[in-house]
C-alpha cells in the first residue's frame, strides 16, 4: 500500500531566509558599529548645522528614505550568491575613506558626506559582489540628494536663478494689472518692497524636486530609460515654475494683507506652497508621459 504526502499551501509562498551564520552574523554587526562609529559624529554636526536650514532640511528625510530602501530589499540581497570582488571592493573603500579623512580634517562636506557611499558600495563588492551592487545601487545613488551642495556652485547659480524668478513672476503680474515694480531682486507692490531671497531662486528646491521624482519613478516602478530620462530632466523647468508661482502667491499676499501677513506667509506656508505645486505639476506630467510611454511594472 503506497501512502501519499501532500504539502498543503506551499502554492505561492514566500521562502524562508536561511539561518544566519555566527560568523556572518558577527561580521554584520561589526561592520555596522564600524559605519556607526565612523559617520555617526557626521549625523550629529549635520543636525546642527546644514540640516537646521531651510535650504538642506531635506538631508535628515533622503537618509531615512535610503535605509527604507535598503531594508526593502534585505530578502533580495540575502538571496544573492555572494561572489566577493575583493580588489574592487578595496579599492573602492581605501578612496572612500581617504575622502571622509579629508573631509572631515578639513570640514568639506561634499567630500565626507559624499564618502558614506563610497563606502557602503565598497562593503558591498567586498561581502557579495558585483551583483549585490547592482541591487541596491538606487538606495546608494539617493544618498546623493543628502550631499551638500557646494557654496560655490550655490552661490553662481542662484543670482541668475534669483533674477530669472523675479522678472517673470513681476512680469506676469504687471500684466494681471497690478502695480508691480522690479529692480533686480527687488519687487515692489503699491507701498511695499520685497526682496526675492536665496530661497526662492529654486537650486536647493530642484535638488529636493528631484530627489522626490526619482523616488516616485521608483516606487512606480517604471522601466523605460526615456520615459525616466524625460521625467527627471522636466523636473528642472516644473521646480523653476513652482518658485515663479511662490513668488507671485507672496506679492499678491503682501499687497492685499500687508506687510506683516507676507512676511508670516514666507516664514509659515511658503515652502508647502512650493511643493504642493510642484507635485500638482509633476502628476500631470506624469500623466502627459504616459501617452507617449505605456506604464511598466517590474515584475515582483
Not at 197 to 205: H, Y
Not at 230 to 243: H, K, M
Not at 263 to 272: E, N, P
Not at 273 to 297: G, S, T
Request: net charge neutral; with cysteine.
Amino acid at each position: 500500500m503506497q501512502s501519499k504526502v501532500e504539502l498543503a499551501g506551499t502554492h505561492g509562498a514566500t521562502p524562508p531566509l536561511p539561518p544566519v551564520g555566527r560568523s556572518d552574523g558577527l561580521t554584520l554587526v561589526v561592520l555596522g558599529l564600524a559605519y556607526l562609529v565612523l559617520f555617526l559624529p557626521s549625523y550629529v554636526d549635520l543636525s546642527s548645522t546644514v540640516w537646521a536650514s531651510d535650504e538642506q532640511g531635506h538631508g535628515p528625510i533622503i537618509l531615512a528614505v535610503s535605509i527604507w530602501l535598503l531594508y526593502q530589499q534585505r530578502l533580495e540581497l540575502w538571496a544573492l550568491e555572494p561572489r566577493p570582488a575583493g580588489l574592487s571592493g578595496g579599492l573602492l573603500l581605501i578612496f572612500g575613506t581617504a575622502c571622509y579623512a579629508f573631509g572631515r580634517s578639513q570640514s568639506i562636506l561634499l567630500f565626507e558626506v559624499s564618502a558614506q557611499i563610497f563606502i557602503l558600495a565598497a562593503l558591498t563588492l567586498i561581502l557579495l559582489g558585483w551583483k549585490g551592487l547592482k541591487t541596491i545601487w538606487f538606495p546608494l545613488f539617493f544618498l546623493l540628494f543628502m550631499v551638500p551642495l557646494p557654496e560655490v556652485l550655490v552661490t553662481a547659480l542662484t543670482t541668475p536663478l534669483k533674477s530669472a524668478v523675479s522678472a517673470i513672476a513681476s512680469s506676469i503680474l504687471y500684466t494681471l494689472g497690478y502695480p508691480v515694480g522690479r529692480a533686480g531682486v527687488v519687487l515692489t507692490v503699491g507701498p511695499y518692497q520685497l526682496l526675492v531671497a536665496d530661497a526662492c531662486a529654486g537650486l536647493n528646491s530642484m535638488f529636493t524636486l528631484e530627489a522626490l521624482g526619482m523616488l516616485y519613478m521608483k516606487l512606480m516602478n517604471y522601466t523605460s530609460v526615456g520615459r525616466n530620462v524625460t521625467l527627471a530632466v522636466l523636473l528642472v523647468p516644473i521646480s523653476f515654475v513652482a518658485n515663479v508661482v511662490r513668488v507671485m502667491i507672496l506679492v499678491l499676499v503682501t499687497y492685499h494683507l500687508g506687510d506683516e501677513a507676507g512676511q508670516g506667509f514666507i516664514h509659515g506656508f511658503a515652502g508647502m506652497v512650493l511643493f504642493m505645486v510642484a507635485l500638482a505639476l509633476m502628476l500631470v506630467l506624469d500623466k502627459v508621459l504616459n501617452l507617449a510611454w505605456p506604464r511598466e511594472r517590474q515584475s515582483k
